[in-house]
T-cell receptor
Framework: KQEVTQIPAALSVPEGENLVLNCSFT??????LQWFRQDPGKGLTSLLL?????REQTSGRLNASLDKSSGRSTLYIAASQPGDSATYLC????????????FGKGITLSVRP | EAQVTQNPRYLITVTGKKLTVTCSQN?????MSWYRQDPGLGLRQIYY???????DKGDVPEGYKVSRKEKRNFPLILESPSPNQTSLYFC???????????FGPGTRLTVL
């Protein structure tokens, strides 16, 4: 059974810092991995999707990498801003033809001005 | 605007009173799913649908029903709600081509 772990559960950093959020998964037979952002009381917004054949994806100040063999992904946020404060979740999709995602519990990030 | 809508956004009900949470997407997506989010447990899939009239159980389907009669709609039905179904519910959709998941704004359900 696939398990997705995100540690630590919470992180507080000063504005401007570059930071890395980690995600690990137990079964390397994945179809893709997505990183999401969730603001308090809101739905999830997809940030980046990495297919199993890819190593990384970039969008603006965000860069996500994937190492399938070691069961790890990282989300790199450059020059963090207070507006980046949110919960970040990673989710993996199994390598079968359905839409099932397995989510980590998320990392709650607070960027201090 | 491409979006997933859910109604109602907030609902307080009593044990045993049947309810339906609606979900609709305007992106012609094939895949739709329902999740519940609980503190300490994270997001768990309840049901998913790969297309019209094709549905399957997720990780926590007990106490829920779904139907997919039209491509755009995927209602979640609680025939006899119980307090352990108090949760934040999300509907999501995705295209078979891109796989990026689009989530609705959530429905906060309280069962007394």
């Amino acid at each position: 059974k696939q398990e997705v772990t995100q540690i630590p559960a919470a992180l507080s950093v000063p504005e401007g810092e570059n930071l890395v959020l980690n995600c690990s998964f137990t079964d390397s037979a994945i179809y893709n991995l997505q990183w999401f952002r969730q603001d308090p009381g809101k739905g999830l917004t997809s940030l980046l999707l990495i297919q199993s054949s890819q190593r990384e994806q970039t969008s603006g100040r965000l860069n996500a990498s994937l190492d399938k063999s070691s069961g790890r992904s990282t989300l790199y946020i450059a020059a963090s801003q207070p507006g980046d404060s949110a919960t970040y979740l990673c989710a993996v999709k199994r390598i079968v033809a359905n839409s099932k995602l397995t989510f980590g519990k998320g990392i709650t990030l607070s960027v201090r001005p | 605007e491409a979006q997933v809508t859910q109604n109602p956004r907030y609902l307080i009900t009593v044990t045993g009173k049947k309810l339906t949470v609606t979900c609709s997407q305007n992106m012609n997506h094939e895949y739709m799913s329902w999740y519940r989010q609980d503190p300490g447990l994270g997001l768990r899939q309840i049901y998913y649908s790969m297309n019209v009239e094709v549905t399957d159980k997720g990780d926590v389907p007990e106490g829920y029903k779904v139907s997919r009669k039209e491509k755009r709609n995927f209602p979640l039905i609680l025939e006899s709600p119980s307090p352990n179904q108090t949760s934040l519910y999300f509907c999501a959709s995705s295209s078979a081509n891109t796989d990026t998941q689009y989530f609705g704004p959530g429905t906060r359900l309280t069962v007394l």
